[in-house]
């Protein structure tokens, strides 16, 4: 079976260090994310309403992808609806994530659309081609 490969950018891994001082648990939490939700909608092509294109960033050759259903066991009580997401990018061909965002709605109602551009320009400019 195929296995999908990630990386972080920087500034994922910035905004994940501050969440992670609010929500102890984040790490184990994302590990399941990655399990149940990324690679379920990817690999196994099982759509459990986690996972949600975000339209206007999507060709054959990438896919921008938001986490909704993330289950944060520092949020109790909340369950799949804790309020945390994730924006990445999903490289079909070379079977690829590139985690780009993750932040909690109360904080932020949607995602960083220059973010997301600025992510693509780095790619076709060819700068972080050969990283992602």
Known sequence: MKKIKYAKTATFTKDFKKL?????TLQSDLGVAKRDAI???HLKRVDNQSVFP???FCSEELLICKV???ACKALKGQGARSGIRIIYAFFPKRMKVVFIEIYFKGDRENESRDRIT???KSIIVGQGLANH
């Open 20 to 24: 992670l001082k609010r929500y102890k």
């Open 39 to 41: 690679e379920l909608y």
């Open 68 to 70: 909704k259903k993330f």
């Open 118 to 120: 600025a992510f693509i």
């Open 54 to 56: 975000i339209p206007g």
